[in-house]
């Protein structure tokens, strides 16, 4: 199946020419779309029930598959989600494409160009093995309070991934494996919580001595997580198992 455009009504009333054209300005830039497999590694479609305007014209949605555009990479790429109208733009296909788009203000979208009727709904990060990661669809909130403002096509994400067991008394460091390429991290925090489950702290907080009690690297696919020995995390307070140590707060560019 395939996007389909939605006919607007013909009249030659003037109420309702100028209600239809106010409708059009209204309806500019307009986008509500969903994607299966949002939170998975798999790859996604475009939801049944997805609608945007495209150049003028409004479509609608049955699930439909995001085909990779021919000259984009397949593994290791940042790319894009792409509307693509029919010769005649009655339809529209789904391509993801790795060549960055324009914001286009007469439009009120991300567009292959300013001349262009292919337009951006948003994106992924392929990794090896047919891996989809970083997915992200355009909203409002995103282009005009972080992309536009900074100049970017591509959001600046948050991800929680928990550490999961960490004896801290027993075992200096661990290793959690990241999902994203370590190389679009932004920003990373680490919270501790002690076995009573009564006080979460930063890894990297300072004890008496002033120094550091912990530190994060990221190396590989992980992060290693660090505690300073005789700090204040390797005591008696943070040494059961079978216990979510903490958690990892990562923000990363899509």
């Known amino acids: 199946m395939a996007a389909t455009i939605v006919s607007t009504p013909a009249t030659g009333a003037a109420d309702w020419t100028g209600w239809i054209t106010q409708q059009g300005l209204t309806d500019r830039g307009f986008m509500r779309v969903s994607l299966t497999e949002f939170a998975t590694t798999a790859a996604s479609l475009i939801g049944t029930g ?3 305007e495209l150049a003028g014209s409004i479509y609608s949605c049955t699930e439909t598959s995001i085909s990779l555009a021919a000259a984009a990479a397949s593994a290791d790429v940042a790319v894009y989600y792409v509307a693509i109208p029919s010769a005649g733009g009655t339809t529209c296909t789904f391509v993801m ?4 788009p324009t914001w286009v203000d007469a439009k009120q979208g991300y567009y292959a160009s300013a001349a262009s009727t292919s337009r951006y709904l948003g994106g992924s990060y392929i990794g090896t093995a047919a891996t989809y990661f970083s997915k992200f669809i355009y909203t409002p909130d995103m282009v005009f309070g972080q992309l536009l403002s900074s100049n970017k096509t ?3 994400l948050r991800d929680i991934v928990e550490t999961g067991d960490w004896n801290m008394s027993a075992t200096s460091g661990i290793n959690v ?8 991290i932004r920003g990373i925090d680490v919270l501790i919580i002690n076995d009573a489950s009564t006080i979460v702290e930063r890894l990297d907080s300072s004890g008496l001595s002033g120094d550091a009690d912990g530190n994060v690297a990221l190396t590989g696919d992980y992060a290693q997580l660090t505690r300073r020995d005789g700090g204040g995390f390797d005591d008696g307070d943070h040494q059961a198992t079978s216990f979510n140590r903490g958690w990892m707060l990562i923000d990363y560019e899509a």
């Open 50 to 52: 997805s609608v945007f």
């Open 177 to 184: 494996t990241v999902a994203m390429k370590i190389i679009r």
């Open 97 to 100: 494409s790795d060549t960055a």
């Open 154 to 156: 591509r959001p600046l």
